[in-house]
């Protein structure tokens, strides 16, 4: 069977999958394909769907399937996976070092000193010791964060519209988590209830000087009111790894004040690449009986 890497993976995954067919990373054998694997970069939408005649299984190396088809790809018979369990610490450490990165001006201290200037003064520094961090969505990313702010001395309070319990953190509702956080810290998918959830009257429940980190998906937040509440001072900050368009396009967000971007590295890890080949692999196995 052929088997098809779409997208970037640890350089020894081909290799590793040799034992199950033959891999390529050439789209112009999709035709060909029984297996597509993916990351988050190619969007495996019905038009790609509809040139992999051969198809019967994609996997998402990465957490979620929001960037394929589903509905169709099960119309036409094909077995959808991804790997939720694979990149948990790498984005937890990601949002960690967002959330430590601006109240510390890690950045304009950094553009600042090599522009000549030495902002002793004007950069003056807070905490995270003894600030309230809450999570929405505490899941596999949330909790690794919990354990990492807890660590740091910080309080953690987590609203989940789907989990009762939690080790690591005070559950709450939504409305507490807006009201009580100096850190908003994003954990959810993105679903029909969670698109815009971060908008102009979520953002009016919240604390003034609250911090925003983003790192489950661009479309959870309304770019546009987060961009007009920095400007405002509503917002200190907004760290994000995901926009609504990758990458972004006329964003708001990219002349907004107090903004700290990455380009989606979240899952970005040499050590989680090769944790997604072993996820990978393990589904393999099960795929062919080998
Ligand atoms: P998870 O499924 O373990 O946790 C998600 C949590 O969100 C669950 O506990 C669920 O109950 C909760 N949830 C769902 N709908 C909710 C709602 N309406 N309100 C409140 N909570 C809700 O997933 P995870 O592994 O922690 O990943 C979370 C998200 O992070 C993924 O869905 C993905 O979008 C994103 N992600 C981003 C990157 C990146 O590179 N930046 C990498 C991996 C995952």
């Known amino acids: 069977m052929v088997i098809l890497l779409a997208d970037a993976f640890a350089p020894d995954l081909p290799g590793r999958l040799a034992e199950f067919g033959e891999v390529t990373s050439d789209l112009a054998r999709l035709e060909e394909a029984e297996v597509i694997i993916v990351r988050s970069k190619t969007k495996v939408d019905k038009a790609m769907i509809d040139k992999a005649p051969r198809c019967k299984y994609i996997i998402r190396g990465g957490v979620g399937v929001d960037t394929i088809d589903v509905e169709y790809a099960k119309s036409k ?5 991804n790997t939720p369990e694979a990149s948990s610490i790498a984005v937890a450490e990601l949002a960690f070092a967002l959330m430590i990165a601006m109240p510390n001006h890690l950045v304009a201290a950094d553009n600042s000193m090599k522009q000549g200037k030495w902002l002793k003064k004007e950069l003056e520094r807070t905490e995270l010791y003894g600030k ?3 999570l929405i969505g505490i899941g596999r990313i949330g909790r690794e964060l919990a354990l990492r702010a807890k660590a740091f001395g910080m309080k953690v309070i987590a609203y989940d519209k789907y989990v009762a319990t939690s080790d690591v953190a005070e559950l709450t509702t939504l409305d507490e988590v807006y009201a009580n956080s100096d850190y908003i810290s994003l ?4 679903t029909d209830e969670t698109r815009g959830m971060i908008n102009a009257a979520s953002i009016a429940k919240m604390k003034k ?3 925003i980190i983003n790192t489950c998906r661009g479309q959870v937040v ?3 009111d987060v961009a007009d509440a920095l400007a405002s001072g509503r ?3 907004y760290a994000t790894d995901v926009y609504h368009k990758e990458p972004p396009e006329n964003s708001p967000l990219l002349g907004a004040p107090n903004v700290l971007c990455t380009p989606h590295l979240g899952a970005s890890t040499e050590e989680n690449l090769l944790r997604l ?8 196995k099960k795929y062919t009986g080998k």
Not at 77 to 81: E, H, L, S, T
Not at 187 to 190: D, N, S, V
Not at 277 to 284: F, M, N, S
């Open 187 to 190: 954990h959810t998918p993105l």
């Open 209 to 211: 000087g609250a911090y």
């Open 77 to 81: 018979g094909i077995a959808v996976d």
């Open 277 to 284: 080949g072993d996820a990978i692999v393990t589904r393999l």
């Open 235 to 237: 917002l200190a900050g």
């Open 132 to 134: 309230t961090l809450g």
């Open 222 to 224: 309304v770019e546009q």
